[in-house]
C-alpha cells in the first residue's frame, strides 16, 4: 500500500512537472485528487486496511494529496505568468514613443496653403480690430447682387456669371454678400471681415477657377475717406507679405463703392523693375476696394448722412500663388498630395 502511494505521488509530480497548460493542470488534478482520483481511492479504502498501518498510511496520504496540490498550485503560477508575459511581449506598444522618430509621422496631414493665408489673415485683422464674420455659400440674389446695388436688370450683373439653383438661389459669386449680412447684424460703427469660398461660371486655364477664395472686409464710421482705406491696406498688406509695400490706386468699376479702385502693388518679385510675373510693368494688380455707396449703406439700413466706410475684397489664391510663385490657379483643388505637401 505505501510503495502504491509512493508511485502515485512520483507519477503526480512527473505529470504536474511537464504540463504546459492551465487545463492540463486541471485534469491531472482530476486524474489524482478527483472524485475517482488515485489517491481519494485509496483514502477512501483505509477501512480496509489492517488496523496498525491505517494511521500512518492515513497520514501519509494526507502528505501526499498536499503535496501534489501544492505543486499543482506552484505549476498554475508559473503558467499564468508566463502566458500573460509572453502576451505583454507580443503585444507591447510604447505608448511613450517620440512622435518626431515614429514612421507614423510621414502621413500626418496639415492645413491647406489657402486655409493657411485666411488664418494668417484673420490674426492680423482682428489685431486691427476686425471682426470675423460668416455667410452661407448658397446665397440669395438679394444678398449676392441686388443689396449690392446690382438691381436685377442692370448690366453689370454680366460682370460676374454664377451657377443657379432651381429655387432661384446661387452659388455665391464674391464673398461682398458678408458686408450684407454684418450690416443688419451690427451697428456702426464697426469693422468686419468675411472669409469664405466663391464660385462663378468660368472657363478654367492656369490663372481661372470656378471656385477661388476670398476674403471681404468693410470698415464704417464717421467721416471714413480713401485715406483710411489706403492706411489699413497698406498695414495689411505689410504684415501679410511682412515686408513694407509700394502700392498705387487706379479706378475701378464695382457697383456697390464710389469711388472705386484697383489697388496694385510694386512686383515683390523684381521690386518693380519688371520681370515676366507682373509683365514687365513692375507692379502686380491685388486688391479691388472703395468706398462703400450710399445706396449700400441706405440698404444695409445705415444712414449715409452720417455714416460712411470703405470695403475691399482680397483674393485669396492669386496671394499665396504670388507667396509660393505657383503657377496654375487649378492646383490648389487638384487634390494632388504632391502639391499639397509642399506647405
Ligand atoms: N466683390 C468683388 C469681386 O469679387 C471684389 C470687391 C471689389 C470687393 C471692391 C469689395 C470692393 O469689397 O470694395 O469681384
Known sequence: MKNKLINIRTEALADVRVAGTIDALEDIRIKYLGRKGALTLILRSLGNVPPEERASIGKLSNQYKSDIETALDDKKNELTHTSSGGMIQKQWIDVTLDRETATARESLGRLH????????????????????????EVE?????????????HHPARDMQDTFWTEDGNLLRTHTSAIQVRAMEKRKPPFRIVGPGR????????????????????????????????????????KEIFQRQVTVRLRPG???????????????????????????????VELLPCGLVHPNV????????????????????????????????????????IRFLMQF
Open 140 to 152: 440669395t440674389d438679394y444678398y449676392n447682387f441686388e443689396a449690392l446695388n446690382i438691381p436685377r
Open 198 to 237: 466663391v464660385f462663378r461660371y468660368e472657363s478654367t486655364d492656369a490663372s481661372h477657377e470656378n471656385t477661388f477664395y476670398q476674403v471681404e472686409g468693410m470698415m464704417v464710421d464717421r467721416d471714413i475717406t480713401v485715406a483710411h482705406l489706403i492706411y489699413v491696406m497698406k498695414e495689411l498688406l
Open 297 to 336: 449703406l441706405r440698404m444695409g439700413g445705415i444712414d449715409p448722412e452720417v455714416w460712411s466706410g470703405f470695403a475691399f475684397g482680397l483674393g485669396l489664391n492669386r496671394l499665396v500663388m504670388m507667396k509660393y510663385g505657383i503657377n496654375d490657379i487649378r492646383h490648389f483643388l487638384s487634390g494632388d
Open 113 to 136: 496653403p489657402i486655409t493657411q493665408i485666411q488664418y494668417e489673415i484673420e490674426d492680423i485683422v482682428t489685431s486691427m480690430g476686425f471682426e470675423i464674420h460668416d455667410g452661407p
Open 253 to 283: 468699376y464695382f457697383p456697390f463703392v464710389e469711388p472705386g479702385f484697383e489697388l496694385d502693388i510694386h512686383c515683390l518679385i523684381c521690386d518693380g523693375a519688371g520681370c515676366s510675373v507682373c509683365k514687365q510693368s513692375g507692379w
